[in-house]
């Protein structure tokens, strides 16, 4: 089945990689929820990551995400991560990257142009339309750093419940999923829309990796069945 992947992926003038958390976990970032440990074992992820969370208050959401960063920062991308970021190099323009992960751990391995479809844990942006006083790089600092001319104040630069994907970054991956001759499934259980969505829409083959059944299994033209630290290093070489 390999094989025939590779097949494809030889052929494919453009191809997509669609990567999800079973990506991270491999590298050992923890899911939302196994994260929740020490202090915060007692919290919610999902009543701490809403902006209505952070209005109420933004000190603790901001030490929550601080706290998240720095188990982010611990972890190192895994042979998978590297696999995709050399193909890339190796094949500029070949391969579109999107991803549901915050943990920029495609960036890292040396990935450009990601498609980070839930935002980049290690980035801020402004809470409110920053007005002509705000200015990042002059903004004080605190938990959570804030514009001295109006309050604004900074926030992770990642989707929250209740939240739409960016704009941009979702019709971008649409259009990749739309032009390409392959894509490349790895570590999502197919459940989250509309991020699941774009593999219902690649126009070309879809190859499926993750150890475990996925809902888009189906549908796929080809399913690998392990890790992607494994399996995207023998897929990807040349
Ligand atoms: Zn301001």
């Given at each position: 089945?390999?094989?025939?992947?590779?097949?494809?992926?030889?052929?494919a003038?453009?191809?997509?990689?669609?990567?999800?958390?079973g990506?991270?976990?491999?590298?050992?970032?923890?899911?939302?929820?196994?994260?929740?440990?020490?202090l915060?074992?007692?919290?919610?992820?999902?009543?701490?990551a809403?902006?209505?969370?952070?209005?109420?208050n933004?000190?603790?959401?901001?030490?929550?995400?601080?706290?998240?960063?720095?188990?982010?920062?611990?972890?190192?991308?895994?042979?998978g991560?590297?696999?995709?970021?050399?193909?890339?190099?190796?094949?500029?323009?070949?391969?579109?990257?999107?991803?549901?992960n915050?943990?920029?751990?495609?960036?890292?391995?040396g990935?450009?142009?990601?498609l980070?479809?839930?935002?980049?844990?290690?980035?801020?942006?402004?809470?409110?339309?920053?007005?002509a006083?705000?200015?990042?790089?002059?903004?004080?600092?605190?938990?959570?750093?804030c514009?001295?001319?109006?309050?604004?104040?900074?926030?992770?630069?990642?989707?929250?419940?209740?939240?739409a994907?960016p704009?941009?970054?979702?019709?971008?991956?649409?259009?990749?999923?739309?032009?390409?001759d392959?894509?490349?499934?790895?570590?999502?259980?197919?459940?989250?829309?509309?991020?699941?969505?774009?593999?219902?829409?690649?126009?070309?083959?879809?190859?499926?990796i993750?150890?475990?059944?996925?809902?888009?299994?189906?549908?796929?033209?080809?399913?690998?069945?392990?890790?992607?630290?494994?399996?995207?290093?023998?897929?990807?070489?040349?």
């Open positions: 089945m390999i094989g025939q992947v590779r097949q494809w992926l030889g052929a003038r453009h191809g997509a990689g669609l990567t999800g958390a990506m991270s976990a491999e590298s050992g970032v923890p899911t939302f929820r196994d994260g929740q440990t020490g915060w074992a007692k919290f919610d992820p999902q009543q701490l809403t902006e209505e969370a952070f209005r109420a933004p000190a603790m959401v901001w030490d929550w995400y601080a706290f998240r960063r720095e188990m982010v920062a611990r972890v190192e991308p895994n042979a991560h590297r696999a995709l970021a050399a193909f890339a190099q190796r094949h500029p323009q070949r391969l579109t990257l999107i991803t549901q915050v943990d920029g751990l495609h960036q890292r391995a990935s450009v142009g990601v980070a479809l839930h935002g980049n844990i290690s980035e801020d942006k402004w809470l409110d339309a920053p007005n006083c705000c200015n990042p790089s002059l903004a004080l600092p605190g938990s959570p750093p514009c001295k001319g109006c309050g604004n104040m900074r926030r992770p630069a990642v989707v929250w419940f209740g939240e994907l704009l941009q970054t979702l019709a971008d991956a649409e259009a990749a999923a739309q032009e390409c392959l894509m490349l499934v790895v570590g999502t259980s197919g459940l989250v829309y509309p991020a699941a969505g774009l593999a219902r829409i690649a126009r070309g083959k879809v190859a499926i993750n150890p475990e059944p996925t809902e888009l299994d189906s549908a796929a033209d080809a399913v690998l069945r392990g890790k992607a630290a494994q399996l995207l290093p023998q897929l990807l070489e040349d």
